[in-house]
């Protein structure tokens, strides 16, 4: 009885070290996945970061091209002026011919 006792006891030992080892092995694990998805994190800050000065650069292009749009426009009524006094001083030179 004493010996089936302390078979029981060393059986029970052994689970309890096959438990623990188990335990250790998942907070291994969970030390791993935690430390991914810190990485996740960090790299997810990086990309907004990206994401959000692409954004800038994307209405500072915007606010060029309506400018750029507006000076064409301006150029192009500085020029019909230019044609329509032209042909003014023409006429006013053919006068005096």
Same mark, same amino acid.
């Given at each position: 009885?004493? !010996?089936? =006792?302390?078979?029981?006891?060393? @059986? !029970?030992?052994?689970?309890? &070290?096959?438990?623990? %080892?188990?335990?250790?092995?998942?907070?291994?694990?969970? %030390?791993?996945? @935690?430390?991914?998805?810190?990485?996740?994190? #960090?790299?997810?800050?990086?990309? @907004?970061?990206?994401?959000?000065?692409? &954004?800038?650069?994307?209405?500072? /292009?915007?606010?060029?091209?309506?400018?750029? +749009?507006? /000076?064409?426009?301006? =150029?192009?009524? +500085? @020029?019909? #002026? /230019? %044609?329509?006094? +032209?042909?003014?001083?023409?006429?006013?030179?053919?006068?005096?011919?």
């Amino acid at each position: 009885m004493i !010996g089936a =006792s302390v078979d029981r006891v060393e @059986s !029970g030992a052994r689970i309890v &070290d096959g438990a623990g %080892k188990t335990m250790e092995d998942i907070v291994t694990q969970v %030390k791993r996945v @935690s430390d991914l998805i810190a990485e996740i994190s #960090s790299s997810t800050a990086e990309q @907004s970061t990206g994401v959000a000065q692409v &954004d800038q650069a994307v209405v500072h /292009l915007d606010n060029i091209t309506q400018q750029n +749009a507006a /000076l064409v426009e301006q =150029s192009t009524a +500085a @020029s019909e #002026s /230019l %044609k329509q006094q +032209a042909t003014r001083l023409v006429d006013a030179v053919n006068v005096f011919r």
